[in-house]
């Protein structure tokens, strides 16, 4: 039998409510509810009849496409795992993802098949499917090809507490992790989530986050099933085509990074754009800039609702859609959600005083795939331990101030990492800043950063590091400040700090 908590339920029991209704819109065309899941269907079926049985890993190596979504309510249909995976990875990132994951079954594009080929010789048991080929290359099958099952498909017999979702963490240091998530992770956050944003069914969500990622798949595309809405889906995001999107097919929300944000800053005349739909812009999966949500206000009128969230925990907290939302904080936890700071020691702190940002509920993963250790050290007597540090405010707003393992010890004094980098990206030269700890023989860390700047206004060093030292203690001014032309960043937004030393930095994060 299949419980309200399982996900095959949700579009099942939208289905029934909302069966003529738009569910999809992509490349023009719609797709309704009624359709969306007899594709689903179909495709089980041609999955079953490839040999996808419950309890199998399946990963899904594809971008933003209608492929993406069957395949994805397919195998959970089956009572299978799906792992979806970042189509930037290349062969050693694909090879240990397949490994550690004992995945049987590969669903990829042309495209995505040139990365895996190079892999394949050492998985000599993986069954890949291209989706867009009917003449596939040799070792690889076709999904048009699939022999449907002939036996019936029977419910899968699951609840709330199987595994739905093997999703593997960015990997900004080390190995990433596979994040073991449950159908009743994604519904109960899906459900506080609803309540939070006030979404309904008249919501028609613009969708230009990669599938790939929990916010892509866990937030938006559940969240449009669990609610009967409508997803405008984009195949890689670009500003002006999603404001047009926006435009033509009156969208009412958009779920973005900071990256996205800053990039529909540099529209030009945005009044070319028909906005009076919408109603709530949410950021996440990386901090916000204070500047940036400033300009966006003054900009389009609306004030980014930023929210915090983590591959382990789906999201965690929200600023309000009514009342106070506070630039730079990610608002309060959820209803479902307990969020605690702590110290060293695992005591609560007080208001105002920094430490380690612990979560508990519905929402949290089972553990790490095959990481018994990790598992152990993350998930502390029905909490995970977050890694970020932060603090509450007397309203009991969070604000995140950096990571545990970033945090910079300068003298004996302790520096966030996120407090310097507000400071140099509201310099009106500055778009982005990343800052991180460096050796010192005297002082045992130094505060190094590196900034993008605003286009063809490149600001010098000496210019950053006085304007630094009249806003920040002495410790905390950057003693070097590298201007380069990019962030290196994860799919998801967030900056790959460990990548700036091969930029010619001298920093070094602690692992």
């Known amino acids: 039998m299949v419980s309200e908590g399982i996900i095959w339920q949700m579009l099942a029991s939208t289905v029934q409510r909302f069966p003529d209704k738009t569910a999809i819109i992509s490349k023009g065309t719609a797709v309704t509810y009624r359709s969306f899941l007899s594709e689903a269907e179909i495709t089980a079926r041609a999955l079953a009849g490839l040999g996808v049985k419950r309890g199998d890993r399946v990963c899904l190596y594809l971008g933003n496409r209608l492929e993406f979504i069957y395949i994805h309510f397919a195998i959970l249909r089956l009572g299978a795992v799906v792992v979806p995976i970042n189509v930037t990875y290349r062969r050693n990132e694909l090879k240990h993802i397949l490994v550690d994951s004992g995945a049987r079954f590969f669903f990829t594009d042309h495209i995505g098949w040139s990365n895996v080929s190079e892999a394949k010789p050492e998985l000599p048991g993986l069954r890949i499917v291209i989706i867009d080929s009917k003449a596939p290359p040799e070792g690889a099958l076709s999904l048009s090809s699939l022999k449907s099952s002939e036996e019936r498909l029977k419910e899968p017999v699951i609840g709330p507490d199987d595994l739905a979702a093997v999703i593997y963490t960015s990997g900004t240091t080390g190995r990433s992790k596979g994040a073991m998530l449950t159908h009743g992770n994604f519904t ?66 958009f779920m973005g ?72 904080s990610v608002g309060k936890a959820l209803p479902s959600v307990e969020v605690r700071v702590v110290d060293e020691g695992g005591r609560g702190v007080h208001l105002g005083e920094v430490g380690e940002i612990l979560v508990s509920g519905p929402n949290v993963m089972r553990g790490y795939w095959n990481m018994e250790d990790a598992t152990r050290e993350a998930l502390v007597e029905g909490w995970f331990r977050t890694g970020d540090l932060g603090y509450f405010d007397e309203d009991g707003y969070l604000w995140i101030t950096g990571r545990k393992k970033e945090m910079i010890i300068v003298g004996g004094f302790k520096v966030y990492p996120r407090e310097v980098e507000e400071v140099l990206c509201a310099h009106p030269k500055v778009t982005e800043a990343a800052v991180l700890g460096g050796p010192d023989e005297l002082k045992g860390e130094v505060v190094r950063a590196f900034v993008v700047a605003q286009p063809g206004d490149t600001p010098s060093e000496r210019e950053l590091i006085e304007y630094c030292g009249g806003l920040l203690a002495s410790f905390k001014v950057p003693v070097s400040i590298q201007v380069i032309d990019r962030m290196p960043k994860t799919a998801s937004g967030k900056i790959l700090k460990g990548d700036l030393l091969d930029l010619g930095g001298h920093a070094a994060i602690k692992a």
């Open 188 to 253: 109960s956050n899906i459900r506080d989530l609803a309540g939070v944003w006030k979404w309904t069914n008249r919501d028609r969500l613009l969708l230009g986050l990669p599938m790939f990622h929990v916010h892509g798949l866990g937030v938006v595309l559940h969240g449009v099933v669990y609610t009967g809405g409508s997803i405008v889906l984009m195949e890689r995001f670009k500003a002006e085509e999603a404001m047009r999107l926006i435009s033509e097919y009156q969208c009412n929300v």
């Open 257 to 328: 990074v900071p990256t996205m944000y800053q990039l529909l800053l540099g529209i030009t005349e945005p009044q070319r754009y028909d906005l009076s739909q919408m109603r709530l812009f949410v950021s996440g999966s990386a901090p916000l800039p204070v500047k940036v949500w400033q300009q966006f206000r003054e900009k389009y009128g609306f004030e980014i609702v930023e929210r915090y969230g983590l591959t382990e925990t789906i999201m965690n907290t929200s600023n309000p859609l009514e009342g106070a939302r506070k630039a730079g």
